[in-house]
């Protein structure tokens, strides 16, 4: 038994934060005030290989593990969460839908592009209406004259009109099942389609750096082939992607909790009052251990869930495993940026420091993915227990 990544994963590490320190760390906090989204960065993380890490070689990618975009996605997070969102909705999201269910011509036609970060994809699940219940879909499609015409709207969807965005995948009901509940498909929509109007990007609290729209469509029209997988099985599809996404997610926490730590950390050393470190005080000092504590746990659960995908574990056990770790990880990271705040004291509201922007970016990753509600309804259930 062994609780350490491989040296592999280690040197791989290594690779992915030298190149966030030199490249991204110190732009994070001009991106964040200006809403600016780099896209030559975003492709230089495509240059290093990063959207390509679990796609086959014979789509483009290196056909690494599910272990080793957690770590990139941890390294890119500990110093820009906008970025390591990008990263993890790009892959999770964007890629995920298309290598899992894809055919041989649809994963030829897209992959490529994106498994090296010349295009991103987006992943249109959520509805005003249909959050946590993702089912409640109000987009429709329908088939006319070898098309998918397709009526509806989609919100927060990341990744969707960037310069580079070449493609959202949607759910939409395309049709009734037997038993009056909907038939929900998962359709692809290039970009440029007619009819697909991505809206004006969202004014967010955080991850101000990251690419977030709404998005229209009124008689949008794919050729029938845009199906992805089978018909009626876009919300078992997306669902399953969703799994995948939460150990994603649950790694961006664990990037965000180290980063405060070690911003909390250096700080405490060289800060003084009173003639001395701030953190010779038991008070400060206990905070910033009670953090390590918090960041190893989470680093923990999300290697472990990661693990048991790369496994191949049974789809159950790796729900739980990530409904685990992303729960843990992302009320840690929550708990870390206001500790971290707090630690910098009144030098911690203001925008020069990076926990303020943490601190911003924070909330949300115990929402995205699924709130931490959605977490412990799937953990109480695998429990054997009759929640609804």
């Not at 759910?171 to 697909?196: K, M, N, Q, Y």
């Not at 048991?308 to 992303?326: L, N, T, Y």
């Not at 924070?362 to 995205?368: D, P, Q, T, V």
Request: hydrophobic residues 45%.
């Amino acid at each position: 038994m062994t609780f350490e990544l491989s040296p592999e994963h280690e040197a791989f590490r290594a690779v992915v934060r030298e190149f966030a320190e030199a490249e991204i760390a110190p732009h994070a906090a001009d991106w964040d005030e200006r809403h600016h989204f780099p896209v030559e960065t975003v492709q230089a993380m495509g240059k290093l290989g990063l959207f390509g890490l679990p796609v086959p070689e014979e789509y483009g990618g290196s056909g690494g593990d599910f272990t080793s975009l957690c770590v990139a996605i941890e390294e890119i997070g500990r110093v820009d969460q906008s970025l390591g969102l990008t990263l993890e909705a790009a892959v999770g999201l964007g890629i995920g839908p298309i290598l899992s269910w894809g055919t041989q011509e649809q994963k030829q036609r897209w992959l490529p592009d994106l498994a090296a970060g010349a295009a991103l994809a987006g992943f249109g699940l959520t509805e005003a209406e249909s959050g946590s219940d993702a089912a409640a879909t109000k987009t429709r499609a329908v088939v006319a004259d070898d098309h998918w015409v397709v009526n509806g709207s989609k919100q927060f969807i990341t990744n969707s009109g960037t310069p580079i965005t070449s493609l959202v995948t949607v759910t939409a009901r395309t049709g009734d099942l037997p038993d009056g509940s909907p038939e929900i498909s998962a359709i692809i929509v290039p970009s440029g389609t007619p009819g697909f109007v991505v809206e004006p990007a969202y004014r967010k609290l955080g991850w101000h750096a990251s690419d977030t729209h709404p998005l229209t469509f009124t008689d949008a029209r794919v050729p029938v082939d845009h199906l992805l997988g089978r018909r009626g099985e876009g919300i078992k599809q997306f669902l399953a992607i969703l799994d995948h996404g939460r150990i994603a997610l649950a790694a961006l926490s664990v990037g965000l909790a180290q980063g405060c730590l070690d911003a909390a950390l250096d700080y405490a050393k060289s800060r003084t009052s009173f003639g001395k470190p701030i953190g010779a005080n038991q008070g400060v000092a206990f905070q910033i251990a009670d953090l390590q504590v918090s960041v190893e746990a989470g680093r923990l659960l999300t290697y472990k869930a990661a693990a048991a995908k790369d496994a191949g574990r049974p789809a159950a056990e790796v729900k739980r495993a990530a409904a685990m770790a992303k729960l843990f990880a992302s009320e840690a990271a929550v708990s870390a940026a206001r500790t971290a705040t707090q630690v910098f004291g009144g030098y911690g509201f203001m925008e020069e420091y990076p926990v303020a922007r943490f601190y911003r970016d924070a909330k949300i990753l115990e929402i995205g993915e699924g709130t931490s509600e959605i977490q412990r309804l799937v953990i109480a259930r695998d429990l054997g227990l009759p929640v609804r």
